[in-house]
């Protein structure tokens, strides 16, 4: 009888330990899974933006973005630029290459961001900022992170290889007329 007054307690003990280190890895389990439903539901808002893109539509584009959405771009300085600015520069694109389709090759997604590894693919038929069409097929690489809040893309970070289509464009890399060297 003794034994059993004292192995009851550490048995309820033992349970309670238990049973506390289940309901911790279910609320841990739990955690993950929305994170990982999150983290589907951004990448599915960049695949919609692709798609988006591809339709030239605008409004959704523009839709998919919060109202004070910032675009960031090396060769556009390191000062961010509003959404707005950024869709002068896609529609730019869009003109000079009629035929621009982008290809996306990675897609990845942690927290509240989304990385895409895309190629760009198109034929140089209209002006692009002063260098009129050249008829030459270009292709490029870029990565592009976006942060989402609530659904919406608040801010975008490009790295793309603009130097390597000015020079499918048949563009010369030199130094300026009396530059130091």
């Known amino acids: 009888m003794k034994i ?3 192995t009851l307690p550490l048995a309820l003990i033992l349970c309670l330990i238990v049973g506390c280190q289940d309901k911790e890895a279910m609320a841990e389990l739990e955690a993950m ?20 893109w591809h339709s030239r539509n605008i409004d959704a584009l523009t839709e998919m973005h919060a109202p004070n ?8 300085g390191t000062t961010p630029i ?18 621009l389709a982008l290809t996306v090759e990675d897609i990845i997604a942690e927290g509240d961001k989304v990385v895409v590894r895309f190629i760009g693919r198109g034929t140089h038929k209209g002006d692009l900022g002063g260098i009129p069409a050249t008829g030459a097929k270009t292709e490029a690489g870029a990565i592009e992170i976006f942060h ?5 893309i608040v ?3 490009e ?3 603009r130097l390597g289509i000015l020079q499918q464009l048949g563009m010369e890399l030199k130094p300026k007329e009396g530059a130091d060297r």
């Open 69 to 76: 959405a910032k675009y960031n771009h090396p060769s556009a």
């Open 148 to 152: 989402i809040v609530d659904g919406k």
């Open 82 to 99: 509003p959404f707005e600015k950024a869709l002068e520069g896609i529609q730019m694109y869009w003109q000079a290459f009629p035929d």
């Open 159 to 161: 790295i793309s290889d």
């Open 4 to 6: 059993l007054y004292m």
């Open 33 to 52: 899974k929305a994170q990982a439903e999150i983290e589907e539901q951004n990448k599915a808002l960049i695949r919609n933006l692709y798609e988006q």
């Open 155 to 157: 801010e975008v970070w």
